[in-house]
């Protein structure tokens, strides 16, 4: 008879043990996912913030005259130097290690058309012409489909991004 309890406190720790185990395991996963997400908002965060600075600081550079013989030069260096300096290429390094396959295109895409836009504006260009005008328009749709989809990888509801038109 002494073999009954025996077996059953051992069958009582062992399943202790296994609840205990799965506890944790399952509490491990929510903060592992808890992470990962809050690295990707920030992630996601900094890449926007960079495109959209480099954006509108090109904007600027482009509606800045220069008073010498070496004009076009001086300008497309400036808006080279913006686009540099706003940590377009930091950015879009992040996201490329973090992201997932959606973020990732979105990202892609609206990185490109943003180079476009610096290479439009350092061509001389400004924001009056039809080049930039082509270009900003899908550099906006293709920057609302990007957040659409950082939306959906983070797991936030959806929402009307039609602003900032």
Do not use: P
Not at 5 to 24: H, K, P, Q, R, Y
Not at 138 to 154: G, P
């Amino acid at each position: 008879m002494q073999w009954i309890s025996l077996v059953g406190t051992a069958l009582g720790a062992l399943i202790a043990m296994v609840a205990t185990t799965v506890n944790e395991r399952s509490k491990w996963r929510r903060e592992q996912a808890s992470t990962r997400r809050k690295l990707c908002q920030d992630t996601y965060s900094r890449f926007l913030a960079a495109l959209t600075d480099a954006h509108e600081r090109m904007r600027m550079a482009s509606r800045t005259g220069f008073a010498n013989d070496e004009a076009d030069e001086a300008r497309a260096t400036a808006i080279l130097d913006v686009f540099r300096d706003g940590r377009c290429y930091e950015a879009r390094y992040e996201i490329a290690l973090v992201a997932g396959q959606a973020v990732l295109d979105h990202s892609e895409r609206c990185f490109q058309i943003l180079r476009d836009i610096r290479d439009t504006f350092a061509a001389g260009s400004d924001i009056h012409s039809t080049e930039y005008d082509a270009l900003r328009q899908s550099y906006r749709t293709h920057l609302r489909e990007l957040q659409v989809a950082m939306r959906v990888d983070l797991g936030a509801e959806s929402v009307d991004l039609s602003g900032g038109s």
